[in-house]
């Protein structure tokens, strides 16, 4: 009777300590916001319902006991998503996303466990419509000016920055497969590589984008480069092909509430 009530009380604590506020380490003060979105690429808006808005610090608090991630499961994506984004004021400081479908959510480089069946009330009672667009700028204080000036409209929610830094971009595709198990694996090799080419530190990045195409491809990982123009052609990697060089023409990315 007495390893009984042990187990039981051990496996009580383990799912205890699996289950775990998304916000816990959120430092929520005045100018905190939450929003739940469908991303802005799924033009069938598959999410849309689950659309919320708060900017009451007290009710963000109290979201704390209702939004609960629980045990790490395996990794399982789908076509469309949805994101649940922290700001403070008009700035980006958290960013999760989530497959109401598979019910989980990626948050740093990891999937949970997570019910998205409360975001639907917080979607009746806050609701939120917006929408978004595109504009290019020839330079960052360009930006920084532009979007001082969107701050000052209450509709404005956040923005991308656009990116400055490379003269543009190119991309290459690695199978799934043992040695490229994941982007991570895939970062690991092609880094060093890069790292030959380079003549300082800062002068490429690599990045792996949940867009639609990666979303839909189950065989292999489009991995995008963002560097010179001089690197892109320097680089020789045996048995992969670099494709799809884009010289960069720098946007931001504004999100609005309707």
């Known amino acids: 009777m007495k390893l009984k009530l042990i187990t039981f009380l051990l496996l009580s604590f383990v799912g205890f300590s699996q289950a775990q506020s998304i916000l816990d380490s959120v430092k929520i ?112 204080n360009e930006y920084k000016e532009y979007k001082t000036k969107m701050c000052r409209d209450k509709n404005f929610l956040f923005a991308y920055e656009p990116f400055f830094e490379y003269e543009g971009t190119f991309e290459i595709t690695f199978p799934k497969n043992s040695e490229f198990e994941s982007p991570q694996m895939i970062d690991d090799y092609l880094r060093p590589e890069l790292n030959k080419i380079v003549k300082e530190e800062n002068q490429f990045n690599i990045s792996y984008e949940l867009d639609e195409r990666n979303l839909k491809n189950r065989d292999e990982y489009i991995m995008t480069i963002e560097c010179n123009k001089e690197i892109y052609e320097k680089l020789k990697l045996k048995n992969l092909k670099k494709t799809n060089w884009k010289i960069n023409k720098p946007f931001g990315m504004f999100f609005m509430k309707k």
Do not use: C
């Open 29 to 140: 003060n005045e100018k905190t916001r939450l929003i739940g979105m469908y991303a802005q690429y799924d033009k069938s808006k598959t999410y849309e319902y689950l659309n919320f808005f708060i900017e009451d610090k007290n009710i963000i608090e109290s979201l704390k006991s209702k939004l609960i991630r629980g045990k790490i499961v395996e990794n399982r994506i789908e076509q469309n998503d949805f994101k649940i984004i922290v700001l403070n004021g008009n700035e980006e400081v958290e960013n999760w996303m989530l497959s109401p479908m598979n019910s989980n959510i990626l948050m740093n480089g990891i999937y949970y466990e997570f019910n998205s069946e409360a975001l639907k009330d917080l979607a009746k009672e806050y609701p939120l419509e917006y929408t978004f667009y595109e504009k290019s700028f020839s330079s960052k």
